[in-house]
Nanobody, 121 residues
């Protein structure tokens, strides 16, 4: 089992930045590829970013490329999502996930509780 706890969400103006963190505990964090997803009100949960075991391989959904950066610190069992140039359409609950490198929900076995990100215009 892996327990995931997100933090760092909040309210920010358009154009601003936030850094989300996801702390893992339980089974070895370095065994899992990690991902970030988000869910806006009334919408399906969607893929945002994924990162491989070593942190070298990453992938992003097109709408966040060039603005968001996923990274991980295996020594701290933590994955990050740096979000810059935020837009109102980035408003959502952001979820951390652990599993296999990929862009679909079924690639991931473990999920955090989510952290709210609200971007005002």
């Amino acid at each position: 089992q892996v327990q995931l706890v997100e933090s760092g969400g909040g309210l920010v103006q358009a154009g601003g930045s936030l850094r989300l963190s996801c702390a893992a505990s339980g089974r070895s964090f370095r065994w899992y590829d990690m991902g970030w997803f988000r869910q806006a009100p009334g919408k399906e949960r969607e893929f945002v970013a994924t990162i491989g075991l070593s942190g070298v391989r990453t992938d992003y959904t097109d709408s966040v490329k060039g603005r968001f950066t996923i990274s991980r610190d295996n020594a701290k069992s933590t994955v990050y999502l740096q979000m810059n140039s935020l837009k109102p359409e980035d408003t959502a609950v952001y979820y951390c996930a652990g599993g296999s490198y990929g862009s679909t929900r079924r690639d991931y076995h473990y999920w955090g509780q989510g952290t709210q990100v609200t971007v005002s215009s």
